[in-house]
């Protein structure tokens, strides 16, 4: 690998705010991973985290096939909702068997781990924006969830 192509890696790392990079092409593969200092959560070999950049735009609902327009309202009446920023499958907890990552009525911090999702084969943990507590948890462990439904009430 040339050193043009593994600055231009870096660039993309930082403009998308990822801390791990790996690319596989055939047999050739590069794994980038930017050290920030110790981490409180050690994942699992399977399932690595990705930092996902933060959207503080307006975006209206989007109803997915299980929830309806009203759902969505109604839910936002009881408090705040996490939303999926993407397409992908939803975990409650790092692995099988393992404690999931928040219960309903527990009280959570901004920028503690709510769930991962599993999106073309890499794992990217979901924060909360806030601080608060699980009201209600919308989706399924281990269930497809689509981009923007609500995953999560906290209050």
Do not use: W
């Not at 993309?12 to 050290?35: A, F, H, P, W």
């Not at 299980?66 to 759902?71: C, D, H, K, L, Y």
């Not at 959570?108 to 943990?125: D, H, S």
């Not at 989706?139 to 923007?148: G, I, K, R, S, Y």
């Amino acid at each position: 690998m040339d050193l043009k192509k593994a600055e231009e890696m870096i660039k993309l790392m930082r403009s998308y705010g990822l801390s791990e990079l790996e690319i596989k092409n055939g047999e050739d593969s590069i794994r980038m991973v930017q050290n920030s200092g110790p981490m409180a959560y050690q994942p699992s070999p399977m399932m690595q985290p990705v930092s996902i950049p933060s959207f503080h735009g307006s975006v209206a609902p989007v109803a997915s096939s299980q929830e309806t327009v009203e759902s969505v309202s109604e839910k936002k009446n009881r408090g705040a909702l996490i939303h999926s920023p993407f397409v992908g499958t939803f975990y409650r907890s790092s692995g099988p068997g393992e404690t999931p990552f928040v219960e309903v009525g527990k009280r959570v911090k901004k920028g503690q781990t709510l769930c991962i999702i599993e999106a073309m084969k890499l794992m990217n943990e979901i924060e909360a924006d806030r601080d608060g507590v699980i009201r209600e948890i919308l989706a399924e462990n281990e269930a497809p969830v689509e981009f923007d439904q609500a995953l999560f009430v906290i209050e």
